[in-house]
């Protein structure tokens, strides 16, 4: 499970890389909440930007990665290669394999083609 000592690793890294942003985006999900993350982001000169909560909307991509991670049932992956892998691996399955409603319960390939 991740925490909010994960969270503040993991952007503590990425602001020491990447350098600070203005914004980070988050959900209100508790490791994004907690008053330590808060009091580090305010301390380097970073605002935080709160997802209302029920606006999945307001962040599409995030959205969208996390129900993919969930279709994967994966939380963990041992390298960015393995993610990688396995992301395009899904990826390619649900544009050519896996039957969509749109495609009249097709896969999207043979829909094309047969069309």
Excluded: Q
Excluded at 43 to 54: F, L, Q
């Amino acid at each position: 499970m991740i925490n909010s000592k994960h969270v503040l690793d993991t952007i503590s890294e990425l602001f020491l890389i990447r350098g600070i942003p203005e914004y980070i985006r988050s959900d209100n999900g508790s490791e994004f909440t907690e008053k330590m993350l808060r009091k580090f982001i305010e301390d380097v000169g970073a605002k935080t930007a709160y997802i209302t909560p029920g606006s999945p909307w307001k962040n599409g991509f995030i959205e969208r990665f996390n129900g993919t991670l969930r279709e994967l049932n994966r939380e963990v992956f041992y390298s960015l290669k393995e993610a990688r892998a396995m992301i395009e691996n899904f990826r390619c399955e649900y544009n050519s394999v896996r039957p969509h409603s749109s495609f009249k319960y097709s896969a999207p390939l043979s829909f094309i083609s047969s069309s």
